[in-house]
């Protein structure tokens, strides 16, 4: 990943993520990257988890992880309403209506 954003964060993503208030307007600026915006913006909320949780994760990145967003997608809906944790209705879940992509992390 760090190859990939290299032309696009002046070589250091741990130093440029500073210029960034929140994790949601760092998103905003990796989802210009092609194959990180669209269809695939759940890639750059996952890669922002990674890079800002500690242990096991990497924690460079030092947003507040309360402001993190879990993407939900098929494969997480489909985790949650076995869980118990909301209702499937067909592919919409009763607990994601509401949302439109994402939902905010409770660690």
């Excluded at 964060?9 to 210029?19: I, L």
């Excluded at 269809?39 to 988890?49: D, F, G, I, S, T």
């Excluded at 997608?73 to 994601?96: H, I, M, N």
């Amino acid at each position: 990943m760090e190859e990939l954003l290299r032309g696009y964060v002046e070589g250091n993503s741990g130093v440029y993520s500073e210029r960034f208030s929140s994790p949601a307007d760092f998103a905003q600026q990796l989802q210009m990257i092609p194959r990180m915006g669209g269809a695939y913006a759940e890639k750059v909320w996952m890669y922002l988890r990674w890079m800002t949780r500690p242990r096991p994760d990497l924690g460079v990145y030092r947003f507040d992880r309360r402001l993190l967003m879990v993407p939900l997608t098929s494969y997480v809906v489909d985790v949650a309403c076995c869980l118990g944790l909301c209702e499937g209705r067909g592919r919409v879940p009763v607990c994601a209506a509401p949302l439109l992509c994402c939902a905010p992390c409770t660690e």
